[in-house]
């Protein structure tokens, strides 16, 4: 199948940034989307940011402005560059993604994936 695993998520003071990252690895035959989600305590997860194969981008109107998405489609790695960081922005912040895997000569999915989460605080 497929696995994502994260990084680059800790604790950083009001207006400084971050950048998380987001590996795909497993018998991947192809990856559509990727994107983060974040889910703060009390609660519900929320989309902050995708990507297209392609390279379209969208984003919650909360990080419009300050957070940046990208891939790199040959190393199956999305980014997320988080710039002026407010407190309201601390969550685990997830990866997710739509890929079709290779199992054995079939193909299965497209499916959706997630990350196992990383932890992002901001202190005011």
């Known amino acids: 199948q497929v696995q994502l695993v994260e990084s680059g998520g800790g604790l950083v003071q009001a207006g400084g940034s971050l950048t998380l990252a987001c590996t795909a690895s497993?018998?991947?035959?192809?990856?559509?989307?990727m994107g983060w989600y974040r889910q703060a305590p009390g609660k519900q997860r929320e989309s902050v940011a995708d990507v297209t194969s392609g390279g379209n981008t969208n984003y919650a109107e909360s990080v419009k402005g300050r957070f940046t998405i990208s891939r790199d489609n040959a190393k199956n790695t999305v980014y997320l560059q988080m710039n002026s960081l407010k407190p309201e922005d601390t969550a685990v912040y997830y990866c997710a993604a739509t890929a079709v895997f290779r199992d054995g000569l079939r193909l299965r999915g497209p499916d959706d994936y997630w990350g196992q989460g990383t932890q992002v605080t901001v202190s005011s």
């Open positions: 497993g018998s991947i035959f192809r990856i559509f989307n």
